[in-house]
């Protein structure tokens, strides 16, 4: 079965930081452009750091460049995002996306999504 599940959401204060999870299962993500979007309430989904299959560079949104991090274990097939100095403005359900589709995949119509995870950030 075809399958990502993201983790590592939570409750933080703002400054703190939290690591996301995204597990696959039936496919190998690293053949996979892979995208993590973000959607707040009242909000349309925003893509907050992508790679393409070809891994040539990883690539973030300006409201997150320089505190979030994109990164992979090809052993456990999972990817995760490091998020750094967190702000309210990111609380959001955070979903991972693969597509074997680069262009898919940016704009947000990947035939593999996750469940999303929640994150808030709040004093």
């Known amino acids: 079965q075809v399958q990502l599940v993201e983790s590592g959401g939570g409750l933080v204060q703002p400054g703190g930081s939290l690591r996301l999870s995204c597990a696959a299962s039936g496919f190998t993500l690293d053949d996979y452009a892979i995208g993590w979007f973000r959607q707040a309430p009242g909000k349309e989904r925003e893509r907050v750091s992508w790679i393409s299959s070809s891994r040539a560079s990883t690539y973030y949104a300006d409201s997150v460049k320089g505190r979030f991090t994109f990164s992979r274990d090809n052993a456990k097939n999972t990817v995760y995002l490091q998020m750094n100095s967190l702000k309210p403005e990111d609380t959001a359900v955070y979903f991972c996306?693969?597509?074997?589709?680069?262009?898919?995949?940016?704009?947000?119509?990947?035939?593999?999504w996750g469940q999303g995870t929640q994150v808030t950030v709040s004093s």
């Open positions: 996306a693969a597509d074997s589709s680069f262009l898919k995949m940016l704009i947000g119509r990947s035939d593999y």
